[in-house]
């Protein structure tokens, strides 16, 4: 697994000066010898020296064999889209997404690719759902915001057998975590927004390949298309990267101890967490994850979604916020913000109840969390007068 120490010898000192942080390269063209005669760098759209500190970091930190970087994580997901033509299908996660589900939905349907989405959880749907047309398996693993967990090696092998590509959105587990390439997939897509930076303080992409030939393509469309990540973007992802694993630990065995106060509240109705034994898919969860994330999402007895609404608004050290990932701590109310465009239905169907609050457990200590939790759902209680 990425220890911190091995983590560190992929960032390096720069050459020129010894300066030990990677200087930022703020600059858009590169001063030519000769025409075309250069130091490997012509233009930063194509190639930047702090941009590609930060892709071969990622590449070394998810095994893989390249690594790219863009200007969100939906810009990373356009990218991979874009290694399909026109008539090819993908079959994906149910619980994708939700920005992920619009660009298919509404801009990839029209150029004529078709996606499919099954409950990937059980492999054998997968395998249920490919047809001669797939040419993309898309999962995430564990999903947002119910938890939902995949089991990535077994999806490789189907992937393998049907010479379909496997792609991997990895942002909630972490290479700290799980390093989907090692069990099988071809591509790992971050939203590096969250766990990666890690700050809340910026919006940022990353693709890595398994191997040279799908990196050769996903760089051509990186060039082509142009959605590349800024040279400061850059270097604050490599800075917050620096922490990870240290970050990534402290979550989960935050989000343990919450997870843990959560499941035995009387107020609470279901927890999801794939660190719980009671989660559906423990057994690949411990499998597959060296640790199981900093985010939970449960839903209330009374499944009311002014009384969430409440809750969501009454915490101190929780703030109310769509993104995960960073230091300090959020909460949400998903049938109101991340989901509010999903049909009820639907949205019912996946889990997301009127009453479920996501937590993006921060790096607060998980005592005063649990406390700022209770307090919330007592002051809450004293005003509705809720007995349980
Ligand atoms: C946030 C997120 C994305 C989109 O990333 P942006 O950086 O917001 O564009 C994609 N996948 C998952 C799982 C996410 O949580």
Known sequence: MTETSSLYQHIPVDPLTGAISTPIYQTSTFVQEAPGKHKGFDYSRSNNPTRQTLENL??????????????????????????????????????????????????????????????????????????????LIWLESP?????????????????KANNVLL???????????????????????????????????LIAGLVVTANEELGDKIKFI??????????????????????????????????????????????VNRVYYPGLSSHKNYDVAADQQKYFGGV?????????????????????????AESLGGVKSLICLP????HKSTPSDIRYQAGVTDSLIRLSVGLEDADDLIQDLESAFEVVKEKEALTF
Request: hydrophobic letters at 40%; proline letters at 2%.
């Open 58 to 135: 990622i590449a070394k930190l998810e095994n893989g064999a390249r690594g790219f970087a863009f200007a969100s994580g939906l810009a990373a997901i356009d990218t991979v889209i874009k290694l399909l033509e026109y008539g090819d299908e993908i079959v994906a996660v149910d619980d994708i997404y939700g920005g992920a589900f619009r660009l298919f939905t509404h801009i990839y349907k029209k150029f004529g690719i078709h996606v499919r989405y099954v409950d990937t959880s059980r492999s054998q749907n997968v395998a249920d759902a490919l047809t001669e047309k797939t040419k």
């Open 143 to 159: 999903t947002n915001p119910t938890l939902k967990v995949s089991n990535i090696r077994e999806i490789a092998q189907i992937a």
């Open 167 to 201: 792609c991997v959105d990895n942002t909630f587990a972490s290479p700290v975590s799980q390093r989907p390439i090692e069990l099988g997939a071809d591509i790992v897509v971050h939203s590096a927004t969250k766990y990666l930076a890690g700050h809340s303080d």
């Open 222 to 267: 990186q060039n082509a298309s142009g959605s590349i990540l800024g040279p400061f973007d850059s270097w604050l992802c490599i800075r917050g990267i620096e922490t990870l694993a240290l970050r990534v630990k402290q979550h989960s065995a935050n989000a343990q101890k919450v997870a843990e106060f959560l499941e035995n509240q009387d107020w």
């Open 296 to 320: 939970i999402s449960f839903d209330l007895k009374i499944d009311d979604k002014e009384l969430a609404s409440q809750i969501v608004q009454k915490t101190q050290l929780f703030h109310l």
């Open 335 to 338: 049938c109101e913000m991340t």
